[in-house]
């Protein structure tokens, strides 16, 4: 099983390096258009292999995409990453242009790979992914869904005084500070709705600290986050290299399904060997819906401003 990274910096590092450790891929390739950084990182990262007893093969190139070639999956970090203040959508004049690039150099040298896109803003990025690769819609996927509900279960344990493994919980919709739809009805702790043991105000609290997690990060770090991100896309590579069958929301490409078409948005998927094998609808409240449907309007009008 063979993974490219494309983006050596923080995030594609932390990608590469959860992707290693976990240790279900043969070979890693790390790339960057920075003259020997993408080599830096990974000879760095190999000699952690063993300390960290993993035997992936990782390798840096600085752009040059034959060493890409025949992946089975690979994941797009490019891009310039949020500043304080910034919106993700306010990436989109620099980053449309670098990840139409990489895409189809990627998809080039590999016409079977499932395409992750990481780059923000994502849900247009990977929208944009669609109508310039011409992959089928199932081997494109975004991953900020799994990065917002990490945050979302992160917050819910810590409004409920629970460990993290303890919770399940799951956000939908935009990968934006006001697209996220973190699901309340569908939260539990071991099975038990998360209404059960905290009141409605915390939950609103909870909802609301889940949807500025990024902003809330950039603000403390100056720049994006990188570790939480990084472990979200080693969750998704892991469930399509493994071929797990895992339910992750990620954001593709509906047609028809939540009464949305012709946009990339956040909603549950079941992972496997073939990117995308099914989408899953689940019932929403009045409420969770309506937020959906705004969130996607956000979308189309990013979209929009896309010249494709």
């Excluded at 956000?171 to 905290?198: C, Q, W, Y």
């Excluded at 609103?204 to 770090?221: I, W």
Aim: proline share 3%; with cysteine.
């Amino acid at each position: 099983m063979k993974i490219t990274v494309v983006g050596a910096g923080a995030v594609g590092a932390s990608c590469a390096e959860y992707i290693a450790i976990k240790n279900f891929a043969s070979e890693v390739v790390l790339l960057d258009i920075k003259e020997g950084y993408a080599e830096g990182k990974a000879m760095d990262l190999m000699q952690c292999a063993s300390l960290n007893g993993f035997d992936t093969k990782i390798t840096g190139s600085t752009n040059d995409y034959s060493k890409t070639a025949n992946s089975d999956i690979c994941v797009i970090t490019s891009g310039i990453p949020r500043k304080p203040g910034m919106t993700r959508e306010e990436l989109i004049g620099i980053n449309a242009g670098i990840v139409k690039t990489v895409s189809t150099s990627l998809v080039e040298h590999s016409p079977n790979t499932v395409l992750i896109i990481v780059s923000n803003p994502m849900d247009t990025m990977t929208y944009l992914a669609h109508k310039v690769t011409g992959l089928p819609k199932h081997r494109i996927i975004g991953m900020g869904g799994a990065l917002d509900s990490a945050r979302f279960k992160y917050r819910l344990a810590e409004a409920l005084g629970a460990p993290i493994s303890d919770v399940d919980g799951m956000v939908i919709g935009g990968h934006s500070d006001v697209g996220m739809v973190p699901l309340i009805s569908h939260a539990t702790r071991n099975s038990i709705k998360v209404s059960e043991f905290i009141s409605n105000e915390r939950l609103e609290q909870v909802k609301e600290d889940t949807k500025a997690g990024g902003a809330t990060l950039t603000k403390l770090l100056g720049t994006s986050a990188w570790y939480a991100p990084g472990a979200a896309v080693s969750g998704l590579v892991q469930a399509i290299a493994c071929d797990q069958k895992k339910i992750f929301p990620c954001s593709i490409l509906l047609d028809g399904e939540y009464g949305l078409s012709d946009l990339c948005i956040g909603v549950p998927v079941v992972l496997g060997a073939n990117g995308v094998e099914k989408i899953v609808e689940i019932e929403l409240s009045d409420s969770e819906k309506a937020h959906l449907h705004t969130s996607a309007e956000g979308v189309k009008k990013t979209n929009s401003l896309l010249d494709v």
